[in-house]
Structure formats: structure tokens, C-alpha cells
């Protein structure tokens, strides 16, 4: 048990300095911390509207060359990436590696009307969708987003407020006493009471 408590007590010691190093790098964050939570919080924010632009362009470029067929979904596939077999008009059978645009509700092994863009034939959606299927999603994600944002934000905010306000109250404090001399004569020694300056 002891050999243990001395294990215990080595791997802490040698933990120590990198941790304290590791603080000390992250002190200066750490009061910028309600800048730097919005700014990651704008930084996502235009992370998601870029989707929505991606989706329009690959739609713009589909709707300018447009090819239209039947595919099998495969298995395999899931979440966006869900995996169509199709025939082009040209009869070159294809599977997307990227799978298929706007799979909401496909299940392996349905048939499905596709369009492509008939110059990339990689660029595939499910046909009678858009990029305006990913506004209500994008539109959730930004709403807990900010949900959990602005107010993370205002919380360490008013938290960094307070540090400050105590720190001021602190040095108000050291200041008077300065001021007051704390009993003190001119030459350092502390005056008795009822004794005047020689």
C-alpha cells in the first residue's frame, strides 16, 4: 500500500510542471475566454451558412447540365453519405463517392429518381430536392448554437467583471492604506500613542 502511495505521489510530482506550464499558457485565454467563445460561436456560424452556399452551387451546377435517372441505393451507407447506383444517359453506370445530395429518408436497396449534373456526374441529388432541404436544419443548429452562446458568454463576461471589480477594491484598499500611513512617522518607526515628533 505504502509503494503504492509513493507511485502515486512520483507520477503527481512529475505531472505537476507541465500542468502549471500548460495553465500558465492558458491564463491569457482565459481573459479574452468571452471573446473567444463568440468568436468560435461566429466562426461555426459561418461554418454552417458556407454549407448552405456549397449545396446552391452544386445545385446551380446540376440544374445547368441536367441528367435525369433511376438508382438503386446501396448498403452500406449512412448519415450524409448514402450510396446511389445509377445509369448515366450515356450508359456509364455510376456510384458518387461522395453519395447522393439530400438523402433524408432513403433506405438500401430503394429505387429512386436521381439528377446529375451530366459534365460531373459525381454531383448527384436525389431528384425534386435543393440546397433549401438544409435551411431548416442549418437554422436548428444555429438556434442551440446561440442558445448556448450568448449566454456562456454573458456568464463568463459578468464573471470577469467581478475579478475585475475585486482586484480594483483591492488596490482602492492597498492605496488608502499607502495614503493613511498605517501609524507610521516619516522615518519609518511606528509613533506611540500621545507622543509628538521629537
Known sequence: MTGLRELARRAVAKARP??????????????????????????????????????ARNDAHIDA?????????????????????????????LTPEDGVFYPRGLEPGQLVRVE?????????????????????????GLLVLWAVVAPGAWALGRARRRREEAVAAREAWTVRDEDRGDGEREDGEPEMAGAGHR
Open 18 to 55: 507541465p500542468a502549471e506550464a500548460a495553465v500558465a499558457l492558458l491564463r491569457p485565454a482565459a481573459r479574452k475566454a468571452p471573446e473567444i467563445v463568440v468568436a468560435a460561436g461566429l466562426v461555426v456560424s459561418v461554418l454552417l451558412g458556407l454549407v448552405l452556399v456549397a449545396a
Open 65 to 93: 447540365s441536367i441528367g435525369r435517372a433511376v438508382g438503386e441505393v446501396l448498403e452500406g451507407g449512412s448519415g450524409p453519405h448514402v450510396y446511389v447506383r445509377f445509369t448515366t444517359a450515356e450508359g456509364a453506370v
Open 116 to 140: 446529375y449534373d451530366r459534365t460531373d456526374p459525381e454531383l448527384v441529388r436525389v431528384a425534386g430536392r435543393t440546397w433549401t432541404e438544409g435551411l431548416v436544419p442549418v437554422a436548428l
